[in-house]
């Protein structure tokens, strides 16, 4: 099915030069993103609302054609080195699909990742590219799950191989959400 | 960044204590030395007084929620950490112990020292938690642990140095500053 | 992503006559024909640790029982287990259900990576069973080469130089003659049989999960089980060329080889969930998208059958380009559209459909889609002999397609 479209209101989101578009007026407080210095978002990526981004910790790179829908938190997590113990930054790859009201604690979510709503993604866990994450799963911190992958359940094991096309699909999908995702005064598009 | 607002009226924050300003805390909470309260927090002291010892840390978007009927506080002792929306509406909680993230404790329960709630398990209205016990996996199974829980210290020294130079803070609203 | 643009609703016809999505098959240049994962064959790449991601051969594998030296897993929850250091010593830990290797009789290792895996009982017993075996095995074979090397010819002399390799026959010879003997050990039957009822007593069973992680654990406290390796597929055609492979290494996701289906035939998607109601006049918008690197040329003929939706639209042919295509920038080329194609955009094409439906559950709408074949769709043979000259006519190449309307 041909994603369809969503609209937003203008002035609830900030459009960058990059054309990254992140909402500004949220529901549970007023400002969920800190740290807006150690965010680094690549460009055409879509936040919406209430999703809290803690920059303030440590770095989080997000990379291009992302979504990260409704009420997700992208958190990092402690790193327990014995020397010196940081916050490991969050990276994640381009064409990621994060669905809603997730719990991200990854150290690294490769390109081309589909989180399914309502998971949690547990302390310095990785994710390599094109894996799903089926929806309400919980990663085990320290995680470590190879490109292919689909991952569900509690703890997350990996219960299935993903399509060998899935970059493509991801690519496709993300960028009709990113073309379909549009203000909702503008003059409405014939058929799209 | 280190402005500091005081805080509505009923709530005491130790000197020592960052309680980041966008938490939110309402109705009578006294929050201990060394704590660490991140921003969007949610400590509701509803029908009962919520007194957090020292050196805990409350992530976002917890909730800690005094609901009992007769009025009685909310103890919470030292060295405790709520991850991430959790939610705790338990009668007293001990020392040392690990809230997963989206773990649920529901009224009247009472949760002893060293304890680990899994990632969304819950503990039922009522229920005690025995010392060292460990809640995990999907269906809430519990087991008690032989080894303790490895401290927050390093967690708080970090947070102390990060957390004040991005964010406002709360001070109390009584005494020193 | 299959479940973001739900490509499961719709189903391609294999040349197996199976039925599967787009993302799902693959498309071989040699039998041009479609092919799935049931009538293509898939072979082990490459065998590999879920967790540390290192690869080993398919002979190192099997020596170590296709499991991980370096990484272990709780016995008691499956989750990997984290190494934690005392004294100078390793124990692992598990930060699910908190259980250390402390808790077994195994004390903290020196090394990491070398945690002893959890012995099997009967192992030595086994192992001279199978010498017993392989010893009477040589007997027989003994047997068997004596017969054989009975018509060849035997000369004693040639004892310092084996120029004729004589001397090996010879002693392959005399060999045969040495009696081997095997002394199996008896089985004495023990009456009465020892099963006890242990498993009435009270005290904690291991589930079934855990028996099954870990089977040699028996009533002895579990030891961290090894993980197993994991394998990666490259998928063959029936006519033995390869569809895809992936490049070396464990982590990638670069193909050195990748015949996906959806890089030769247009995809075929549903547009907007059609709204039906029984009787006639509904209509179901459908898109076809070209995701190849050349322009298509196709017709789309809807089937009306039995068991399939009642479909008023007539033969529609597209001519779809692909997506960096700018020929058509210049507007020089003129397409005249069919009334049934709605909208298009670049390498997209949206198409209404008249269907008309008699009963309250849709029946699946069923296409038949006719593709030109050009040259990126053959391979065309490296020698030009008499008999595979390419003919003049296109060739076409006819894909059923089957949509599901109604998510039942």
Not at chain 3, 112 to 131: H, K, R, T
Not at chain 3, 335 to 353: K, P, T, Y
């Amino acid at each position: 099915m041909d994603l369809p479209v969503v609209t937003y209101e203008k002035e609830e989101y900030v459009e960058t030069a990059s054309g990254n578009k992140i909402c500004k007026k949220n529901t549970i407080a007023s400002n969920t993103i800190f740290g807006t210095q150690n965010i680094i978002i690549s460009g055409k990526t879509i936040i919406q609302k209430d999703v809290i981004l803690r920059g303030d910790l440590a770095v989080i790179r997000i990379g291009r054609y992302c979504i990260v829908q409704r009420g997700t938190i992208i958190r990092p997590s402690l790193k327990q080195f014995v020397r010196k113990p940081t916050m490991f930054p969050v990276t994640i790859g381009d064409s990621v699909f994060v669905e809603e009201e997730c719990v991200i604690n990854a150290a690294y979510i490769g390109s081309f990742v589909h989180v399914g709503a309502r998971s949690v993604l547990g302390r310095a866990c990785t994710i390599k590219e094109c894996c799903r994450v089926l929806p309400d799963s919980v990663v085990s911190a320290d995680a470590v799950f190879p490109p292919f992958s689909t991952i569900g359940g509690n703890p997350a094991r990996i219960v299935g191989q993903e399509p060998e096309c899935t970059e493509n699909l991801m690519v496709e999908a993300t960028t009709m959400y990113y073309d379909n995702f549009v203000p909702s005064n503008l003059p409405k598009a014939s058929f799209a | 960044m280190t402005a500091s607002a005081p805080a509505a009226e009923g709530i005491t924050i130790a000197p020592t204590a960052i309680v980041c300003r966008d938490a939110i805390l309402e109705g009578n909470v006294t929050i201990g030395d060394n704590c660490i309260i991140h921003p969007l927090a949610i400590i509701r002291a509803k029908s009962g007084p919520i007194l957090i010892g020292a050196n805990n840390i409350v992530e976002e978007r917890a909730i800690i929620e005094n609901r009992n009927t007769d009025g009685k506080p909310m103890v919470i002792g030292d060295g405790n950490t709520f991850e991430v929306q959790s939610q705790c509406r338990a009668l007293c909680i001990g020392r040392n112990n690990v809230m997963g993230v989206r773990s649920e404790l529901e009224d009247g329960c009472v949760v002893l020292d060293d304890c680990t709630l899994g990632v969304g398990c819950r503990v039922v209205a009522g229920q005690t938690l025995d010392v060292r016990s460990v809640v995990f996996g999907s269906d809430s199974v519990h087991r008690i642990a032989a080894d303790g829980v490895l401290a927050n210290t390093t967690q708080l020294e970090l947070l102390r140095v990060l957390l004040p130079s991005y964010h406002y803070l709360q001070k109390s609203s009584t005494g020193a500053k | 992503m299959a479940t973001l643009l739900q490509s499961r609703l719709v189903k391609y016809k294999c040349s197996c006559d199976e039925w599967s999505a787009l993302s799902d098959l693959f498309y071989c240049k040699h039998c041009r024909a479609l092919k799935c994962r049931g009538c293509s064959s898939n072979e082990i790449d490459m065998l590999f640790c879920p967790s540390c991601l290192e690869n080993s051969s398919v002979t190192e594998a099997r020596l170590k029982k296709y499991r991980c030296m370096s990484c272990n897993e709780c016995p008691k929850c499956g989750r990997l287990l984290a190494v934690r250091t005392a004294n100078e010593k390793f124990y692992l830990v598990c930060i699910g259900c908190r259980w250390t290797t402390r808790e077994t009789d195994t004390p903290d290792q020196q090394a990491s990576s070398q945690w002893p895996m959890q012995e099997n009982p009967y192992e030595e017993e086994i192992q001279n069973v199978i010498e017993k075996m392989r010893g009477l095995a040589n007997i027989e074979k003994a047997q068997r080469d004596q017969r054989d090397l009975k018509k060849r010819p035997m000369n004693s002399g040639y004892r310092l130089t084996d120029k004729f390799g004589l001397q090996q026959m010879y002693e392959r010879r005399r060999k045969t003659f040495e009696k081997a003997t095997v002394d199996v050990p008896v089985h004495e039957p023990v009456d009465p049989t020892p099963f006890s009822l242990d498993f009435l007593s009270a005290k904690p069973r291991p589930t079934l999960d855990q028996i099954m992680r870990q089977p040699l654990a028996g009533d002895q406290p579990p030891k961290p089980v090894h993980v197993a390796l994991k394998s990666r597929k490259s998928i063959r055609c029936s006519c033995q060329h390869t569809l895809v492979k992936l490049e070396y290494g464990p982590s990638t996701i670069k193909y050195k080889l990748n015949m996906f289906a959806r890089n030769f035939i247009p995809e075929v998607r549903l547009s907007r969930t059609p709204n039906l109601k029984a009787g006639n006049e509904n209509w179901v918008m459908i898109s076809l998208t070209n995701h190849t690197s050349c322009k298509l040329d196709l017709t789309l003929t809807p089937e009306s059958g039995e068991g399939l939706m009642n479909c008023s639209t007539g033969e529609i042919a597209l001519n779809l380009p692909f997506a960096e295509d700018s020929s058509d920038l210049l507007g020089t080329e003129k397409r005249s559209d069919n009334e049934a194609v709605v909208f298009r955009q670049r390498h997209r094409v949206g198409i209404r459909l008249d269907v008309s439906q008699v009963a309250e559950d849709a029946p699946p709408l069923g296409l038949m889609m006719n593709l030109r074949l050009d040259d990126s769709f053959i391979q065309t043979p490296l020698t030009k002999n008499e008999e595979t000259k390419p003919s003049d006519e296109p060739q076409w190449l006819a894909i059923p397609v089957r949509l599901t309307l109604q998510d039942s």
